[in-house]
């Protein structure tokens, strides 16, 4: 085979007639140039098998009992519009040809068939959807370093952090994304995977605080049937669905323990087990992981494996906070407004200049996603063909007491504790209090109390767990 051949050789063609003979003798043709092959003896047959798995190829007779070849080759347009189809027919017509390409057939060959002219144009029409493929990676990797850009700001820490995720990018190197929440870390973790070995792959993204604990297991590895009570059919874990692709672990300090044990070994082996199955599967996923808070406390408490935090820190990038990039607000606050003004089909007068002083001089706790609820909800209520102004900026509740409400259980310096031991009890004594008070005031409602306090719901449940204000 030649080598311009190789990256063809493997492909699976799907052999689409009902001549049980001509199928045997195209099947031994298209082994012999190094392509895998299945069959369908009709269109029905055909279909379903691409529930199971989607060829590269589809070579189909025009002439076949019940649906003929053209009306079976519009069906699977429809359903993949990219796959290309090779029509066969011993009725080598030109009102048939022209009626299969008009639905996107690709080529068009006539029985009694050339062995040579059919694996020609097998092979101009595979390497003719590699390219299309190929331009299409191209256009978006080109996109994705604009919508970096676009998405995020053009500010210089938004410059300096796209530096890093070209470095990185090409590298097998594992990595953590810091940075508070809503300021857009799977954004950052989405440009690493389309710049990278394996943006051919899946991106899969987990987010590690909103699965419950005794599903976390069975959610990353998968099971098999019978594996447990209510196992009534195999289930691939997400490890296995990002298989050739990235794994995107969000908020990856949410895991439990043990849970961290197995994805260490998972990296460490490349290969998963599902729960219930006698053998492990190997894998290949490059490993994306982001935590909201810095992981190194959760070390000194036993909570985070410091093993695991290494394997996943093989490169870090930290995403700014909002506040600290304040020449992105308004670009930003402009983007959005055009976006919604798009959804809701109305055009308001900009955003007046108080309002942008306004913007620029809030600490937005909440980050992009917090701006981004703002000026929605502003557009939203501004009067049309009117500027956006500061009464239309509807600011989450400011959480922090003044001073004088902190309450006397906020420790006092007593000079019998370091600076820095009186200033942690301090800071978790406060944060007790803002839990409670929050807690109060939506009733209890935990998702409510998380969203308003700007952490995760798991997040806050550890740390109503560590203060003991379980009811």
């Known amino acids: 085979m030649s080598v311009e051949n190789q990256n063809?050789?493997?492909k699976n063609i799907l052999v689409v007639d009902d001549d049980h003979d001509f199928r045997w003798i195209i099947g031994n043709v298209l082994r012999a140039g190094g392509y895998r092959v299945t069959q369908a003896q009709n269109g029905e047959e055909a279909l379903k098998s691409l529930e199971k798995e989607v060829p590269d190829l589809i070579l189909i007779d025009y002439w076949m009992p019940g649906r003929d070849g053209i009306q079976v080759s519009a069906d699977i347009k429809k359903r993949i519009p990219a796959l290309p189809i090779i029509m066969i027919t011993a009725?080598?017509?030109v009102k048939s040809a022209v009626e299969a390409?008009?639905?996107g057939v690709c080529d068009y060959v006539a029985k009694p068939v050339d062995n040579n002219d059919l694996l020609f144009a097998i092979k101009r029409a595979l390497e003719q959807q590699e390219l299309v493929q190929e331009v299409k990676?191209?256009?978006n990797v080109l996109n994705e370093?604009?919508?970096?850009y676009k998405l995020m700001g053009n500010s210089k820490h938004i410059s300096e952090l796209f530096k890093l995720v070209k470095k990185v990018a090409?590298?097998?190197f594992t990595v953590l994304i810091e940075g508070e929440s809503g300021t857009g870390k799977e954004l950052v973790a989405r440009s690493i995977h389309d710049l990278s070995a394996v943006k051919k792959g899946p991106f899969v993204a987990v987010d590690c605080g909103a699965i419950p604990e005794n599903l976390i297991e069975s959610e990353l590895f998968g099971y098999m049937k019978g594996a447990f009570t209510g196992a009534y059919a195999d289930k691939p874990g997400q490890f296995e669905l990002a298989d050739k692709g990235t794994l995107f672990l969000d908020e990856v300090g949410n895991l439990p323990y043990q849970s961290q044990q197995k994805i260490l070994r998972v990296m460490q082996e490349r290969s998963i087990q599902r729960l219930g199955a006698k053998k492990a599967k190997a894998i290949h996923v490059r490993i994306i992981a982001a935590t909201n808070q810095p992981l190194e406390e959760d070390i000194k408490s036993g909570k985070f494996r410091p093993d695991l935090y290494f394997r996943l820190k093989e490169f870090s990038i930290k995403a700014p906070a909002?506040?600290?990039?304040?020449?992105?607000?308004?670009?930003?606050?402009?983007?959005f407004m055009n976006e919604v003004q798009m959804e809701l089909n109305k055009k308001c007068a900009g955003i007046s200049k108080t309002a942008l002083q306004l913007l620029v001089s809030y600490q937005w706790p909440g980050n992009v996603r917090e701006l981004r609820n703002v000026m929605r909800q502003a557009v939203l209520i501004a009067e049309e063909s009117y500027p956006v102004e500061p009464k239309h900026l509807m600011f989450s509740p400011n959480i922090m007491p003044h001073t004088s409400e902190i309450n006397t259980s906020i420790p006092n310096y007593d000079g019998k504790k370091t600076l820095s031991e009186t200033v942690k009890s301090f800071s978790q004594a406060l944060e007790k209090k803002l839990i409670i008070e929050t807690l109060a005031k939506t009733k209890r409602n935990k998702s409510e109390a998380a969203r308003r306090l700007g952490i995760d719901y798991k997040t806050l449940l550890r740390k109503i767990k560590k203060y003991q204000l379980i009811n």
Do not use: F
């Open 8 to 10: 063809l050789s493997g």
């Open 91 to 93: 009725y080598a017509k």
């Open 101 to 103: 390409m008009k639905i």
């Open 137 to 139: 990676r191209l256009r």
């Open 145 to 148: 370093r604009v919508s970096l």
């Open 170 to 172: 090409p590298t097998s």
């Open 322 to 335: 909002l506040r600290e990039r304040k020449e992105d607000i308004s670009y930003l606050a402009y983007r």
